[in-house]
């Protein structure tokens, strides 16, 4: 069973930068579909990106051009690559591999 544990969530200025990684247990090769999600307080969990084994690659509208996802199958580990991160972008963000979820971590745009 494969298990994601993500991490690189903290404090970061409007227009700042984070990169969130996402460990996985088992073969990164195993899991067709890579996402992110994230949730802000008092709301509902939604998609941010996606990434097949293919390499496509898909964004929600409010983080196209500003997010990159991608996929280091060496280092079992899925990144998301935060730029130009604006207050909205606050909450805790969490990664999914096919049916397995990671415990998330929060990123927290202020100044």
């Known amino acids: 069973q494969v298990t994601l544990v993500e991490s690189g969530g903290g404090l970061v200025q409007p227009g700042g930068s984070l990169r969130l990684s996402c460990a996985v247990s088992g073969s990164l090769d195993s899991i067709n579909v890579m996402r992110w999600y994230r949730q802000a307080p008092g709301k509902q969990r939604e998609w941010v990106a996606v990434?097949?084994?293919?390499?496509?690659?898909n964004y929600a509208d409010s983080v196209k051009g500003r997010f990159i996802i991608s996929r280091d199958n060496a280092k079992r580990t899925v990144y998301l690559q935060m730029n130009s991160l604006k207050p909205e972008d606050t909450a805790v963000y969490y990664c999914?591999?096919?049916?397995?979820w990671g415990q998330g971590t929060q990123v927290t745009v202020s100044s």
């Open positions: 999914r591999g096919d049916s397995a």
């Open positions: 990434l097949t084994n293919y390499g496509s690659t």
